[in-house]
């Protein structure tokens, strides 16, 4: 994973559901900006201006260089996923990006009222599985991990399936998306 990072050198990486702690992957140069919750945390470039936000209890939020991040982990259960949905909506101002585990397929989160866009869907990407549970590729439970983008044009949306070991550190591919205000 820490390989995979270098590779890529994004400016911020928002984790879901890894097996150990997010900082054994994180190279240097990183700083984790988000609140204290080991599943799901977001972690940013050094010498970027940031804002951490309050914890909430499915997601963490966070600022960067004017461009609110809200890294989501919600639940199969849909009014949990619903009150995740309006968690979300209330802390869109200006850019965002709200990005994670939606446990939910892209149709479902679109009829819920969630006031952004889908980077696929703006991008013409079709739903490819996302997630697979630790089996990959044998079972899979198809696209539940989604970006949706509020004030911001996506230029590039790469899922990394290959060979960096992802499969042992989490059950969600590291999906990649560039951006531009």
């Not at 909430?56 to 949905?85: F, K, Q, Y």
């Not at 009829?111 to 739903?127: F, H, N, T, V, W």
């Not at 549970?133 to 230029?155: E, W």
């Amino acid at each position: 994973m820490e390989r995979m990072i270098l590779d890529v050198d994004p400016d911020i990486i928002c984790f879901q559901e890894m097996l150990f702690p997010a900082t054994r992957y994180v190279p240097r140069g990183y700083r984790r900006v988000s609140g204290v919750n080991i599943s799901h945390p977001i972690f940013v470039r050094k010498g970027l201006k940031y804002k951490s936000h309050s914890l909430a209890v499915r997601w963490e939020a966070c600022t960067v260089e004017g461009i609110r991040i809200i890294n989501v982990h919600s639940s199969w259960d849909r009014e949990i996923m619903l009150r995740t949905v309006e968690q979300v909506n209330a802390q869109l101002t200006g850019c965002a990006v709200a990005c994670g585990d939606w446990n939910v397929g892209l149709g479902a989160l679109q009829k819920s009222d969630l006031q952004m866009q889908s980077a696929r869907d703006l991008l013409g990407i079709p739903e490819d599985d996302t997630f697979a549970n630790f089996t990959r590729p044998t079972q899979s439970h198809g696209a539940i991990d989604h970006f949706f983008l509020q004030g911001l044009t996506p230029l590039h949306y790469r899922m990394i399936t290959d060979g960096y070991g992802c499969a042992k550190m989490s059950d969600h591919y590291p999906i990649l998306l560039d951006v531009r205000k």
